[in-house]
């Protein structure tokens, strides 16, 4: 993939913004009918109708019967059945691996595993006359690039621009009060005093066994990563990483902390780093009126404060190089891609996505939609747009059995311990980190 720089962005400018950071298991659920969609268009039926598969997330799928009557009613000599099963997209690369006779001819998938595919030859390339002809100046040049190769051949097609950012409830905190760790704490120590509130109440839940969130962790900490975290023979992980490692133990350490990948009770959990995808969960928890939005709380790290930047890049749609079907499934492609093909995915969705189109600057687009909302001001403080080179694509596993290793040693074997852990013992798990990331 091409390299990435550092940037402070708006919504369109980060459609060079992947997980999306989250996954789940696959569900196999495969259909011969397109689930029902709240669209008003219908699909005029056709005889000679191609099936084409694919693979989409569970929450997508009802997008499905939009884009079959969409491409028909544009495309009514070349029709389509759309036959798709749920996947999400972290476990596409690992199923392309683990079973090829079973790829689809369309996958929708996050940025590092496109890379992936890309070099190990499993998707299938799209001219740049496909990509002017359906997409045109609707996607930004970055959102374009970061499906790209070295030599700039189109692999993937953005679909939803993917950060993360700071929920909290407003009936507990100010804006002002969720900017630091620390500022959150004290007052949700003021607040647990005033509630009477146990030890089952949590300030805030962060992300803490996920790679995709802990590479901000050090990329926030300035002079880790030599070009960007991609150079395949040098990262400061050792010699610059020790204070961040420390800053993670102590997160890992505080009663008030809970890792919001196992946190299902945010009745209980009062700010909450995620994306908009889990907006509604968040509603239902605290109510809508309370919901708030903010930057990810700034770090203290080797006693300075560092502004804590999310990481963020885009999800794609690809075509797999072994589908038979390769140039009708692009053309079906390249219309979920367009802005009518966003769209019908943004409301099968809840309004719980970001599209990479320029239809999310619409009045329309936003009204009602307060995640959406949210979005496009948090993202103002700034984020990373992440590398999807290979290299960089190994910080998934790496920091995950990074920050495994160091809640463990921090919490014991139960997860309840608080042990202190020693300066050797993360410089040990921070080589251990440096070693996977530079591996051939």
Request: net charge negative; glycine share 8%; charged share 20%.
């Amino acid at each position: 993939m091409k390299k990435n720089i550092l940037v402070t962005v708006s919504l369109l400018a980060i459609a060079g913004l992947t997980a999306c950071g989250q996954t789940s298991s696959i569900t196999s659920v495969t259909s011969d009918k397109p689930v029902t969609s709240d669209t008003s268009v219908t699909s005029e039926k056709t005889a000679d109708a191609t099936e084409i598969s694919l693979w989409v997330s569970q929450a997508d799928s009802p997008a499905v019967t939009a884009w079959e009557a969409g491409f028909n009613k544009a495309n009514p000599s070349s029709p389509v059945k759309l036959k798709f099963t749920t996947m999400e997209e972290g476990d596409v690369g690992d199923k392309f691996t683990s079973d090829p006779e079973s790829v689809p001819d369309i996958v929708h998938l996050p940025g590092d595993v496109l890379t992936k595919l890309e070099a190990s030859g499993s998707v299938s390339s799209f001219s740049s006359a496909d990509v002017k002809s359906v997409i045109g100046s609707d996607i930004s040049a970055g959102a374009l690039a970061g499906g790209q190769d070295a030599n700039g051949v189109q692999y993937g097609l953005p679909y939803a621009a993917n950060t993360y950012f700071l929920y909290y409830d407003k009936a507990v905190y100010t804006e002002e009060q969720v900017a630091t760790y620390d500022a959150l704490f004290k007052q949700f120590d003021a607040y647990k005093a005033a509630q009477g509130l146990d030890a089952s109440n949590r300030a805030i839940a962060p992300q803490l066994d996920n790679g995709w969130y802990i590479q901000s962790y050090f990329m926030s900490n300035e002079g880790i990563f030599a070009d960007n975290g991609t150079s395949a023979t040098e990262t400061n992980v050792v010699t610059k990483g020790l204070p961040v490692a420390r800053t993670i133990a102590n997160i890992y350490k505080s009663g008030d902390v809970s890792n919001a990948t196992n946190t299902t009770d945010f009745t209980k959990c009062f700010a909450f780093i995620s994306g908009a995808w889990d907006y509604k969960k968040v509603a239902d928890a605290w109510g809508a009126e309370n919901v708030g939005f903010a930057h990810i709380p700034d770090l203290t790290v080797g006693g300075k404060t560092v502004t804590h930047k999310g990481i963020g890049d885009n999800k794609y749609v690809a075509v797999a190089a072994s589908s038979k079907k390769a140039a009708l499934a692009k053309k079906v492609a390249l219309y979920m891609d367009s802005a009518e093909g966003q769209l019908a995915r943004w409301k099968a969705n809840s309004g719980t996505v970001v599209t990479s189109a320029k239809v999310a600057a619409s009045a329309d687009y936003l009204k009602g939609t307060p995640a959406i909302n949210g979005v496009l001001a948090t993202l103002a403080h700034g984020t990373f747009a992440q590398n999807t080179s290979t290299q960089f694509g190994k910080w998934w596993d790496a920091s995950t059995a990074f920050t495994g290793s160091l809640y463990t040693a921090v919490t014991g074997e139960d997860g309840t311990a608080k042990n202190e852990v020693s300066d050797d013992e993360l410089t040990t798990l921070l080589n251990t980190l440096q070693t996977a990331l530079l591996a051939k």
